[in-house]
């Protein structure tokens, strides 16, 4: 018995050191609570085996990380760095690591999504942003976010800085208005250009460039840290364009508005010229033709799971046909692998599939959603991702809530020569 703890103790630090993780995040990748180290800390020691389900998401995780940063052992070879916030599953990371960044920090509240990240990237992001001071981030060439969109989507119920979710950008200025990073890139949902007639958008615009805005009510939520660095004035060069993803590679109607920014006190470019411009301008130009067969499955291959039920297909046609009467264009959307791209994914595609459905009249079944490795390809991340430590539920929300790789991979290679240029 003495030998089967011991085996089981020196495997479980096998996978655990693999992944290039302490025993503290290893014990949150599995879900366990705060006291889970030192549970970690006895399997290891062989005082004791874990139970048969903690054995069985052990044996899940990967036996090192995929897309590790190739400067973890040595970052002072990497080109830049910097910090990845509100993380998600790692789509901003993955492009930027991939130009020669090295990510110092990372940070991302949902326990899933954490997972998945620490899949990919072994490395468990730091929690809620807004209990950790900015001090205590490294310094950093490079911020990098996308911060939390429900406040400002046609979803949710555009509540801006009303909603605690829209206040995460005045997290995001006190780190800026700490560190002056060179440089960031930030993305939200294109109703943010909008919301609230443009003047949402104006005030983040004037405080990133360090203009004198108004007041910001009382009641905006934030915390103390971040008012207090409202008083401090930033000075970049900062621009924004909603691009859409389909232009980039991938088949999917997915538009989102990013936001530049390169700091004038550092980039001596960003005093000369509008480099914002000037990258959206050529971002602007690219123009790729696409097809949603491309990321599809086999309709013959893929598990019967994934087709609706007759109930819920008869439900989409009634629904589709009173919205139809009625003059609006609700309803459910039907795709084919000759079709051009999707329309948008969303975190709730999880419920019905409704906004995408494949068609499956070759093989004469009912419509299906989208399995969770198309899901993959519709975001344009790498074929060999991570996601086996989720649930599909959670993998629809992860990749409804993520950003397409493509764009990213297109705005990284275009700001990466002014974050490189010595001033």
């Keep these: 018995m003495l030998d089967k703890i011991l085996d089981a103790g020196g495997w479980i630090q096998e996978r655990r050191e693999g992944l290039g993780l302490t025993q503290k995040a290893f014990a949150e990748l599995l879900g366990m609570s705060e006291t889970g180290e030192l549970t970690v800390r006895g399997w290891e020691s062989g005082e004791y085996l874990p139970t048969p389900s903690k054995c069985a998401k052990i044996k899940k995780l990967p036996e090192f990380p995929l897309l ?3 400067y973890s052992d040595d970052p002072e070879s990497a080109d830049f760095s910097f910090i990845d916030l509100f993380a998600g599953i790692g789509g901003i990371r993955y492009p930027f690591q991939k130009q020669g960044g090295h990510c110092v920090f990372s ?44 406040a400002f989507s046609q979803a949710g119920l555009k509540k801006g800085f009303n909603d605690t979710r829209g206040t995460m950008f005045f997290e995001i200025h006190r780190i800026l208005a700490h560190h002056r990073p060179k440089a960031f890139l930030l993305e939200n949902v294109k109703q943010l250009k909008s919301h609230d007639k443009g003047r949402t958008l104006k005030i983040i615009l004037d405080i990133l460039e360090g203009r004198t805005i108004a007041e910001i009510p009382k009641t905006v939520i934030m915390t ?7 008083s401090t004035k930033l000075n970049y060069r900062v621009g924004f364009q909603i691009l859409k993803a389909s232009n980039f590679g991938v088949p999917q109607n997915r538009q989102r508005i990013y936001i530049i920014g390169f700091d004038r006190d550092q980039i001596s470019a960003a005093n000369k010229t509008d480099i914002c411009a000037e990258i959206f301008d050529q971002l602007s130009k690219i123009k790729c033709k696409t097809r949603v ?90 074929d060999e991702y991570n996601i086996d430590l989720v649930s599909d539920t959670q993998s629809y929300k992860q990749f409804g809530n993520s950003v397409s790789v493509p764009v990213i991979d297109a705005i990284a290679i275009a700001m990466k020569p002014f974050i490189l240029k010595k001033t």
Excluded at 224 to 230: F, G, I, N, R
């Design 68 to 70: 590790r940063s190739p």
């Design 107 to 150: 940070s991302e509240w949902d326990r899933f999504s954490k997972k998945t990240y620490a899949a990919n990237f072994g490395e468990v992001p730091h929690g809620d942003i807004t209990k950790i001071y900015a001090s205590d981030i490294p310094k950093h060439d490079l911020l990098v976010a996308g911060f939390p969109c429900q």
């Design 224 to 230: 103390k840290e971040a008012q207090k660095s409202l």
């Design 293 to 382: 067969g491309d990321i599809l499955e086999n309709n013959k291959s893929v598990d019967p799971k994934y087709t609706i039920s007759d109930r819920l297909w008869a439900g989409h046609q009634r629904r589709l046909a009173v919205h139809k009467k009625n003059g609006n264009g609700f309803g459910y959307s039907l795709f084919t692998k000759n079709s051009p791209y999707t329309n948008t994914i969303s975190a709730r595609y999880y419920k019905d599939g409704s906004e995408i459905l494949i068609d499956q009249s070759d093989i004469g079944k009912n419509p299906r959603k989208l399995t969770p490795k198309e899901c993959i390809g519709l975001q344009g991340f790498p």
